[in-house]
């Protein structure tokens, strides 16, 4: 019986070897990284081009690719130059809206509506115990009359917010910008609504709860 001695691993061998699978790994948790969507904030229409003077038409507030969702902060603006301000309806949680967002059960924490300045601020969050919330949806939908004809949308988000399951700011959220001009009194509204105590209040107290639940 011939017996077959092996060898050891050299040491420069075994270097090498750790070396690959730590450059593969390294590899693979980039490309993960990498091919993770970035959560998105958009309008549609795009442009009027399609509506006529007098026509009623909605506004809707969507979000792509978003991961936890548990909360969202906007404030949206429009010109009443060109459209009047007609109904809105917030479509949260999915259970009562198919192509809404967030799982119930949520809370309205804030649907401030100025009209006459052309100002609209909605802050709504899921409550434990609810889901987050993935993928895509509207957030509102608005609707409004044509009184104008125009080139560019006469309305936008000037401020958006998404939060996840920990009650933490989503990093790198994307929101179109269409150029929208908004006037100093349109901005010194949204500036003394921006830190509203009882939105504070309540913002405090949702994290603290999620904090217990995922403790963190």
């Given amino acids: 019986m011939i017996i077959i001695k092996r060898r050891p691993l050299s040491v420069a061998l075994l270097l090498l070897l750790t070396v690959s699978v730590g450059l593969l790994f390294l590899s693979l948790g980039n490309s993960s990284e990498g091919d993770k969507k970035v959560p998105r904030v958009k309008l549609f229409p795009e442009d009027l081009t399609d509506v006529a003077v007098g026509e009623v038409f909605s506004v809707y507030i969507e979000v792509e690719d978003v991961e936890d969702l548990y909360g969202f902060d906007f404030v949206f603006v429009w010109n009443n ?22 799982h119930g059960p949520v809370l309205l924490v804030k649907d401030d509506l100025n009209s006459t300045l052309g100002v609209y601020r909605l802050v709504c969050a899921s409550v434990s115990p609810a889901d987050a919330f993935d993928g895509a949806g509207t957030l509102v939908v608005i609707t409004f009359k044509l009184k104008s004809p125009t080139e560019k949308r006469p309305y936008d988000i000037v401020n958006v917010e998404l939060s996840d399951n920990k009650g933490q700011p989503m990093l790198n959220c994307e929101n179109q910008v269409s150029g929208f001009v908004v006037s100093d009194s349109v901005w010194e509204f949204i500036r003394k609504r921006a830190k509203d105590p009882m939105v504070d209040g309540w913002l405090r107290w949702w994290r603290t709860q999620l904090r217990r639940k995922y403790g963190v």
């Fill in 81 to 102: 130059k060109f459209v009047e301000y007609v109904d809105h309806k917030v479509m949260a949680p999915v259970e009562d809206w198919e192509n809404g967002v967030l």
